[in-house]
């Protein structure tokens, strides 16, 4: 697919016309003269911005086809410690990783793709399915074997993936975990005698900071698996007996169970934290466990991560909600992540 770069625009309202065509084409198999069209947010920022396009295009022989497509578009910024996450979308679309997909897990079908020096823009297939609060645990079940399955595809083809030069590094999760540092408010506070966090939560986040070194010590010495890193409801749909996973901009080499520790604890309901540990992670281990070695029975340092991933973001919920349901919600969030199985060597 050729680049067209001199066609991207930033404005949402201006959709280039010439991409938009091309870009069609390639969805329907027909080249196409023209386009009518309307545009529709779906989400977005002020970094991101994806538009639902919709309307009828025109072939040379005069037939009319109608279509959807999603445009979307990223701004360059830079991540802290992942430079390259703004383009990495673009990037993954021109590598191997497409051929690991399958049916029953993917990304979606990118039809076309541009960049310039601030910013790129994905023409894409658009997602039909359960997705986002619809999601049952029947349906997040599914999603966790068939991220199983594909990360053990992905690491029996690992010498060929590794030749991806965007993907992420290892050390992503714990470089997030270290933005927790004494020059924090949140840190000071839950080291502060005017902390109200019940003790026994207070102690198990600063333990989990104490002792965070030897932790991710050990996480490091298990085997590396290609990770989506933003594994939540909102970026999963489930249609069926397919996975479509979407926003793979934070993608890269991890820790077996990183993407599960997301889908259990990311904005999820907090009193159903317990009950998604007990059916998503067999189910993750059964699509995994085919190709890729874990430690014995079933334990996963599935909480252990997501203490790396959420005891902060619960801590500040707790702290500066003006609900006093959400601190309440934070504090029941907290107590169902005690309560999950500790790693046995930790």
Not at 147 to 163: D, I, K, P, T, V
Not at 182 to 199: A, G, I, N, V
Not at 242 to 247: K, R, W
Request: charged share 20%.
């Amino acid at each position: 697919m050729t680049q067209q770069n001199h066609s991207l625009k930033t404005e949402q309202a201006n959709i280039p016309a010439q991409a938009l065509r091309h870009a069609v084409g390639i969805m329907l198999g027909v080249p196409i003269v023209h386009a009518d069209y309307q545009a529709k947010p779906l989400h977005g920022g002020t970094l991101g911005d994806v538009q639902l396009i919709t309307g009828e295009a025109a072939s040379a022989d005069g037939k009319a086809q109608p279509f959807r497509i999603v445009l979307k578009t990223q701004k360059h910024w830079q991540r802290p410690g992942d430079p390259l996450s703004w383009r990495r979308e673009y990037d993954l679309f021109q590598s191997v990783l497409s051929g690991v997909f399958t049916p029953s897990f993917r990304s979606p079908r990118i039809y076309h793709a541009g960049i310039g020096d601030t910013f790129n823009q994905l023409w894409m297939e658009y997602i039909e399915g359960a997705s986002g609060a619809q999601l049952t645990i029947d349906a997040m079940e599914r999603a966790a074997f068939a991220l199983g399955c594909f990360q053990g595809r992905c690491h029996q083809q690992a010498s060929a993936l590794r030749a991806i030069s965007c993907l992420g590094d290892m050390a992503y999760l714990q470089r997030d975990f270290a933005q927790w540092t004494p020059y924090t408010m949140e840190y000071r506070y839950l080291h502060s005698d005017d902390c109200t966090l019940p003790q026994h939560l207070r102690q198990m986040l600063i333990h989990i900071q104490k002792n965070a070194d030897a932790i991710f010590k050990e996480l490091r010495a298990l085997p590396q698996v290609l990770c989506h890193r933003d594994y939540w409801t909102e970026n999963i749909f489930v249609k069926g007996d397919t996975v479509v996973a979407i926003d793979w901009d934070t993608a890269g080499w991890g820790i077996p169970g990183e993407d599960i520790a997301s889908l259990i604890a990311d904005e999820t309901d907090a009193t159903q934290i317990g009950a998604y540990y007990r059916r998503l992670v067999p189910a993750y281990r059964r699509g995994l466990s085919g190709a890729v070695t874990l430690p014995p029975a079933e334990a996963l340092p599935i909480k252990e991560m997501i203490l790396f991933k959420f005891g902060y973001r619960l801590l500040q919920q707790f702290m500066f909600s003006p609900s006093s349901e959400a601190k309440a919600q934070a504090i029941v969030a907290l107590e169902q992540i005690r309560a999950l199985p500790d790693y046995p060597t930790l």
